[in-house]
């Protein structure tokens, strides 16, 4: 089955809160090698310690602008899919 080859997760999603997710997604055997990326608003240091106590691959915070924003999607996307060597 297709299998996203990087993970943008946010903390604080509608449903679920992200640090669930993030649990669930590196506690599955056929998901937790997929780097998940934690994109977010959060600057607290207990947000960051959390997610990389949850195996987060790197934690990231979200600027405010826009133009910012795609920057650092961009810096993402060169860094995990271009630089970083993935298991197939």
């Keep these: ?18 640090r ?3 649990s669930e997604i590196k506690a599955d ?8 990326v934690v994109l977010t608003t959060s600057r607290a240091e ?6 990389y106590n949850l195996n ?3 934690y990231i915070t979200k600027p405010v602008d826009l133009e910012q924003f795609i920057k ?3 810096s993402i996307k060169d860094f995990w899919l271009s630089i970083v060597k993935l298991p197939d």
């Design 20 to 22: 669930e997710v993030l």
């Design 46 to 51: 207990e947000d960051v310690l959390k997610a």
């Design 29 to 36: 055997e056929e998901l937790k090698r997929i780097p998940v």
């Design 1 to 18: 089955s297709p299998r996203p080859d990087i993970i943008l997760l946010d903390l604080n999603l509608p449903k679920k809160d992200g």
């Design 72 to 74: 650092v999607v961009k």
């Design 56 to 58: 987060a691959n790197c």
